[in-house]
């Protein structure tokens, strides 16, 4: 069984199951379904990577091959609670730098869609970054969470 | 700790070797040199394609010598378009189009589609949206603005 990284429990913030089932479905249902839509279009994905004019064009090709396809694992792992705490970690990992990334974006005044959603996406702006920073504390919750005690 | 590594390898190495299945025809036609100007798919896209600075110049000088049907679009902002832009350049940034339902050009049968340059894609985004309102044939200039100002052609600002 997974333990959290909880020295002395003050790292460790959520010990409700459910509550953590909760945050579970939701954070690798947005996954999942953010990593789908950009599977079925991945040449779309690419050009929206490349429209934050910071990463060469081939690593944008390469990313957009790849980079759904962790989205929709690690999400799908999340809710069925299979490496939990590694897709926790992943999850966590590529929203920071979807946060940095936008804010890059907005601090150098680019003005794009975000291509979190394929088609569906949102411009990417600040309030993208807040619904990015939510979701990032959700999965740190998962990532940080101690297994229930026993009889609680 | 270890098993947090596992996992994490685990879904990476998965990730790669599903994605470069299901991808593997794409790959190879971006191996083979396509989608090194933008991520277009021509089979999608026919209607567009890219074109040089020589080549929009020849277009220029066409349009100037009274031939008809040749529309010059610029995807920048407001503000850049009034600082300088091509002469008889029509200003559609991309979000303004994004937002408006019809983009109509009456009379153009060609549009030359063109942005900042360098690493600019809104002309890319841009040449897709009028590509799926109808038009077929758009010329994505990626030189952009910075080489028509840098090549010294002719310049025009708004008021």
């Known amino acids: 069984m997974e333990r959290g990284w909880s020295p002395g429990g003050k790292i460790a913030l959520i010990r409700n199951r459910w509550l953590l089932l909760v945050l579970r479905v939701i954070v690798g249902g947005v996954f999942v379904w953010a990593g789908a839509l950009k599977i079925a279009d991945p040449l779309g994905f690419a050009q929206s990577i490349k429209n934050y004019q910071i990463i060469p064009h081939t690593l944008a090709f390469l990313i957009a091959v790849v980079l759904p396809w962790i989205e929709v694992l690690s999400g799908a792992f999340l809710i069925i609670g299979v490496f939990k705490r590694s897709s926790a970690l992943l999850i966590s990992l590529l929203l920071i730098g979807f946060i940095g990334l936008v804010a890059l974006a907005l601090a150098r005044g680019i003005d794009t869609s975000c291509g979190c959603f394929g088609s569906l996406s949102r411009r990417a702006d600040f309030s993208l970054i807040l619904i990015d920073a939510i979701l990032l504390v959700f999965a740190l919750s998962i990532f940080f969470a101690r297994p229930p005690r026993p009889n609680h | ?159």
């Open chain 2, 1 to 159: 700790m270890k098993s947090l590594l596992r996992g994490v390898l685990v879904i990476i190495v998965l990730s790669v070797v599903l994605g470069a299945a299901v991808n593997l025809r794409l790959l190879r036609r971006f191996a083979a040199g396509e989608f090194r100007e933008g991520f277009i798919d021509r089979r999608e896209y026919a209607g567009i394609r890219f074109i040089t600075l020589a080549e929009t110049e020849d277009l220029f000088a066409q349009k100037t010598q009274g031939a008809g049907g040749l529309l010059f679009i610029d995807s920048r902002g407001r503000d850049d378009f009034a600082a300088g832009h091509i002469p008889g350049a029509l200003s559609v940034p991309l979000e303004a189009a994004r937002r408006s339902g019809t983009l109509d050009f009456p009379g153009a049968q060609t549009v030359v589609v063109y942005c900042e340059g360098g690493d600019c894609q809104t002309s890319i985004s841009l040449a897709k949206i009028i590509h799926d309102k109808g038009f077929r044939d758009i010329r994505i200039f990626t030189g952009g603005w910075a080489e028509w100002s840098a090549a010294g052609l002719p310049e025009e600002k708004s008021p």
